[in-house]
């Protein structure tokens, strides 16, 4: 199952940052695709690892890719 999600805000702390994210739902025929599946939706992430810090930018959206984990 893919997701699109736009970040909200990116908020540094001196040891990572914390991002918010909302799902997209409208804006143009992919986006409006994307609400049928995913109406509404938020996400909520602290990011601690050095090589992380900074991939994810203010004002972007990003692909999210869920698939089944091992147990």
Request: net charge negative.
């Amino acid at each position: 199952m893919r997701a699109k999600f736009h970040v909200e805000s990116v908020t540094h702390d001196g040891h990572g940052q914390a991002v918010k994210m909302f799902a997209v739902h409208s804006g143009s025929p992919e986006d409006n695709q994307f609400s049928e599946a995913t109406p509404s939706g938020r996400l909520e992430m602290y990011i601690s690892n050095p090589a992380a810090l900074g991939f994810l930018e203010p004002n972007k959206s990003y692909y999210l890719d869920f698939s089944p984990a091992a147990k």
